[in-house]
């Protein structure tokens, strides 16, 4: 796949957010999410945008001020650098490449920034998030305007476009099944 990628951003939270529980007890509340489309007519498959993942990915790990960084792309495999996740991933073929499951950024030890993928390429997904894989980054600030930075110099260095820029809400929403457990344990 050329350089040239389309990503939409959103800020914040939808209520089909799924909130992995990590967020909840390193109270990472503020949601940052990168939609990376996965259709193009010219290809026969769905693929993942990975040279622009790697470019936004180094450029979020600087601007957000990380000196350590862990990459899961599974259970079994996790990387101590970009480099190196960037090496196993481009030797796949294009449409074998995957984004990591999970990704951790740290400074002075502290989990500083929490990334996870949401695969909505594998089942369809409520709009936005359809089709596509879409990577969530957590933080305890909110940093929408350095991701915001990182991701509008990224795409304007590699011919990328985002396609649009949405609001979501501030907090994520209770699931209904939380919802329902409140009101009956009181």
Same mark, same amino acid.
């Given at each position: 796949?050329?350089?040239h990628?389309v990503?939409?951003i959103?800020?914040?939270y939808?209520p089909d957010?799924?909130?992995? !529980? /990590?967020v909840?007890t !390193?109270?990472?509340?503020?949601?940052?999410?990168i939609?990376?489309?996965?259709?193009?007519?010219?290809y026969?498959?769905i693929?993942? /945008?990975?040279?622009?993942?790697?470019e936004l990915?180094?450029? =979020?790990?600087?601007?957000v001020g990380g000196d350590?960084?862990?990459i899961?792309s *599974?259970?079994? +495999?996790? $990387?101590q650098?970009i480099n190196?996740f960037? *090496? *196993?991933?481009?030797k796949l073929? !294009?449409?074998?490449?995957?984004?990591?499951?999970?990704?951790f950024?740290?400074k002075?030890n502290?989990? =500083?920034c929490f990334g996870e993928t949401?695969?909505?390429?594998?089942?369809?997904g409520?709009?936005?998030y359809s *089709?596509?894989?879409?990577v969530?980054? $957590?933080t305890?600030?909110?940093?929408n305007?350095?991701?915001n930075?990182a991701?509008s110099?990224?795409?304007?260095?590699?011919g990328?476009?985002?396609r649009?820029?949405i609001?979501g809400?501030? $907090?994520?929403?209770?699931?209904?099944? +939380?919802?329902?457990?409140?009101?009956?344990?009181?």
């Amino acid at each position: 796949m050329n350089k040239h990628g389309v990503i939409t951003i959103v800020y914040g939270y939808h209520p089909d957010t799924p909130v992995p !529980e /990590q967020v909840y007890t !390193e109270n990472l509340c503020y949601r940052f999410a990168i939609i990376f489309e996965t259709a193009f007519p010219e290809y026969n498959t769905i693929l993942f /945008q990975s040279e622009l993942f790697i470019e936004l990915l180094s450029a =979020i790990k600087t601007q957000v001020g990380g000196d350590s960084i862990q990459i899961e792309s *599974d259970e079994k +495999k996790q $990387y101590q650098s970009i480099n190196l996740f960037k *090496d *196993d991933l481009l030797k796949l073929a !294009e449409d074998e490449r995957m984004p990591p499951r999970r990704i951790f950024l740290r400074k002075n030890n502290s989990l =500083i920034c929490f990334g996870e993928t949401e695969f909505w390429a594998l089942c369809g997904g409520p709009a936005p998030y359809s *089709d596509s894989y879409t990577v969530s980054f $957590y933080t305890k600030e909110n940093m929408n305007e350095v991701f915001n930075a990182a991701c509008s110099n990224v795409c304007s260095e590699m011919g990328a476009i985002i396609r649009e820029r949405i609001q979501g809400l501030p $907090y994520p929403e209770k699931p209904w099944w +939380k919802k329902l457990f409140t009101v009956f344990s009181k």
